[in-house]
């Protein structure tokens, strides 16, 4: 067991935290993965805390769990999966460094969250590409690095975007910056030569923030990060079209992102809709009944030039594709209007949390699959409720395109009551036996969290050797969130 007087030293004795409910706090989360108590829970002020904290540990065989966002989390990564581990808490670096708008890029350490980070961007006249009504306690860094889906998939260049730059300490305890930012210079030097770290691959050919994303703290600590941003529009408008099958919404979903039309764009059903439109839960049933089964929303931006025949255009092309489809869209659909959805999804969610709306809790299976997939694997998993006795109708479903369309994120949010244990057996039962059917159904899942993770890593051994071997290399010590992924 490490020793408190060795953390002290480090970030002194007010971060370093014993209490047993912050620890119980910490043991355990809205995930069904077991929960472990940590020895300790320290808050890092500055990369100097940080790198101390990963030699100390290196030499006391410490297991290091870092943490960046607030309360609740969900998936299990911030659990620690052995005893005696010490919590790196972030939440107190919350400093936002630069706000570039020639560059397109911010620029912020781990602790900023989504509810601090999208205002001042707008006040810089930017707009960040966000997940789905992420939590307002959700670090940023932290979604960036887990890959979350982001909404407007026509500046989605690559499948980590937004993440360009960090600067990471690995597990040897040795700092490191990625991208644009590994040099010439420090970041002042690289700003007065007009640099903005808007680059993610290098430095050299390597592109070592691939490594990073999607680590779950396996590979180092993060102590700062930089965001590919958009220019805010001057002007938009927004759409929804119902439908009562999925797939003339993926028609149209594919040609409005490949023609790169619209802004926001993503396909939710009237589970999630209303979730997410329910700010008071007890009217979450109403608003569900008011809407058809499948929504897709768009949004049509104009920029400061000529906005109105930008959009005007953009109408004429979107006619054309809906017609196509054989769909129309509209400006509303029941009880939900278009500028509504618009303004819900520009920003964090309010609380309580959309997904905490419909039934108090959830737990989500989330994969990557192509265009062609999407419909089967929605029926896979609606049979696989049925034998799991869980109802379908309560399963709320996400589809979201990818790098410009070129793959596709689906996601099942699985409702239940967390104080029914066997609602929470029922999810739990669902999560797990689902997981090879979607597979042999065309599902990927690049982001695999708590039980299923090992039923997902042993279907490829090659690449279980090689992230070995990249761990032993940056992690010789296996001291940074030992027990998650193959590790």
């Not at 609740?72 to 010490?86: F, I, K, L, M, N």
């Not at 059903?269 to 979450?284: Q, R």
Request: aromatic fraction near 10%.
């Amino acid at each position: 067991m490490i020793e408190r007087e060795k953390l002290v030293a480090i970030v002194g004795p007010d971060n370093v935290t014993e209490d047993p409910a912050i620890l119980d706090s910490f043991s355990k989360d809205m995930s069904f993965v077991a929960p472990i108590r940590p020895d300790y829970v320290v808050k890092v002020r500055n990369k100097d805390d940080a790198e101390q904290l990963v030699k100390l540990a290196r030499e006391t065989k410490t297991p290091l769990v870092p943490v960046s966002s607030g309360a609740p989390h969900y998936r299990g990564d911030t659990v620690p999966s052995v005893g005696g581990a010490v919590i790196v808490d972030f939440s107190g670096m919350k400093q936002i460094i630069r706000v570039d708008r020639r560059n397109r890029t911010i620029l912020f350490e781990p602790g900023v969250t989504f509810g601090e980070l999208i205002p001042a961007a707008a006040e810089g006249g930017l707009r960040l590409n966000i997940p789905l009504m992420p939590r307002q306690t959700k670090s940023v860094t932290g979604s960036m690095l887990e890959r979350e889906p982001v909404i407007m998939p026509t500046y989605h260049w690559d499948i980590a975007d937004p993440l360009q730059c960090v600067e990471v300490i690995y597990g040897t305890g040795d700092w490191f910056r990625t991208g644009a930012a590994a040099g010439p210079g420090d970041l002042e030097d690289q700003w007065k030569a007009g640099g903005g770290q808007v680059e993610a691959a290098g430095p050299s050919s390597a592109s070592w923030y691939r490594i990073i994303s999607g680590s779950q703290g396996t590979m180092g600590l993060i102590t700062w990060s930089s965001a590919r941003c958009e220019i805010l529009p001057k002007l938009e408008e927004p759409y929804v079209v119902g439908s009562s099958q999925i797939e003339p919404l993926m028609e149209m979903v594919h040609w409005l992102v490949r023609y790169r039309i619209p802004n926001e764009c993503f396909i939710v059903n009237n589970t999630n809709l209303a979730a997410m439109m329910a700010h008071d839960p007890k009217n979450y049933q109403a608003i569900k009944d008011s809407l058809p089964t499948y929504i897709l929303f768009f949004n049509l931006a104009g920029y400061n030039y000529y906005p109105e025949k930008r959009i005007a255009a953009h109408e004429v092309d979107v006619m054309k594709i809906a017609q196509r489809a054989q769909v129309a869209p509209f400006r509303s659909l029941g009880a939900v209007t278009a500028f509504d959805v618009l303004k819900a999804v520009q920003g964090a969610s309010p609380e309580p949390y959309w997904k905490s709306r419909a039934k108090g809790a959830s737990q989500d299976t989330l994969f990557i699959t192509n265009f062609q997939s999407v419909s089967r694997t929605i029926d896979i998993m609606y049979n696989m409720a049925t034998k799991c006795d869980y109802p379908a109708t309560d399963i709320g479903i996400y589809v979201q395109p990818l790098v410009q369309g070129a793959n596709y994120h689906v996601e099942f949010n699985l409702f239940y009551d967390a104080a029914n244990p066997k609602d929470a057996q029922k999810v739990r039962e669902l999560i797990v036996t689902s997981v090879n059917p979607l597979v042999s159904g065309g599902a990927f899942f690049s982001r695999p969290y708590g039980e299923i993770t090992r039923t997902i890593m042993n279907k490829d051994a090659a690449t279980v050797q090689a992230l070995r071997k990249v761990k032993n290399i940056l992690d010789p010590d296996n001291v940074m969130n030992p027990g998650k992924l193959c590790f």
